[in-house]
């Protein structure tokens, strides 16, 4: 008896083994695997005397060969990951983010405990999130929430842009999309964060066609990542939250739309003492310079210490000795950093966390 030699697409080979088993492949594992099922048809056939159906086949198969379909199942994983650029996140990352920042209590709350204290969730009928929306104004942190979240956890992860999904041009954006959330129903233990989300998620009032059709496939992902069983998290950001269509800002699209704003004085320090410890550093007050910078980002402290940093290597190089970051330093660069808050953003971001905050 020979195997069969018409072998179907690696798409139709996904497809019938999920008719037949219930078992969700990537095509070209599927394709892999359909040759291994052909050839235990023809075993199976042999030993029986008879001709087996190719249904029968992948069912003995599957079933009798549940280590190699794990194997396979995790080899498809770490396929996707490298795909998309999967990193792991060191757990130290969350420690850079001061105990007083409002969202830090939130997600500890709402994600990190849930997801975490599995067994005593699942007493409770406490439901892990699986989609978050991080909203708040540039330079925030929003991002490095996202990584922390990931690193807390333990679990993958991976970063995408509207600029990644567009770089076969925008017409494709929405194909790209609908691929990209399809891999990420195939992913275990995994946060993927989407940023700039409004590139891709914006009003379909007064839209053009396309930001139409780019909207409606993420509505239409959305709840079918959320159906789908495992450990995975989808976490989008936006500068600009009333930009979203509103459909996406109901209740049922996203379990948590979390406001990342201002940091008060233990968050400026926090983070700023978190960049003091990796430079050479001298007599640095830094109660004194947070005084200084109360409407700071995150990302205004960072380059600020490029600034100061880049400073003190040139001097060195001049004098051709020891030369150490001060507060007089900092205290001098500081007026060359216009800092990304205002008194009317942040009237706007309070406006907005009334109107749109769910957790």
Known sequence: MEIVANIPTPEECASQILDYTGHKLEPDAAGELWLKILQHKWFLSEKLGRDVGIKVACLDFVENTASNLQDLREEEIAHILRELGGTLVDRSIWDTISDTQPPKKIVQKRIILPLTEVDLAQK???????????????????????????????????????????????????????????????????????????EIAASRDNASRIDKSITNEFLKQVPILKKRGGKILLVCATNYIRQLDAALLRPGRFDCIIPVGGLDHNGLKTIFEHYLSTTNAGDVDSDRIVREIPFYTPADIEYLFQKVTHTAFERELVIGRDYQITTEMFLEKIPEVKPSLTDKITEEFERDCREFTRY
């Open 124 to 198: 409770h009928g406490v439901i892990p999130p699986k989609t978050i929306i991080f909203f708040g104004p540039p330079g925030t942190g929003k991002t490095h929430f996202v990584k922390a979240i990931a690193g807390v956890l333990k679990w993958w992860y991976v970063e995408v842009s509207p600029s990644d999904l567009m770089a076969e041009g925008q017409d494709r954006l929405g194909f790209n999309l609908k691929l990209l959330m399809e891999k990420a129903t195939r992913l275990e233990e995994t946060v993927v964060f989407i940023d700039e989300f409004e």
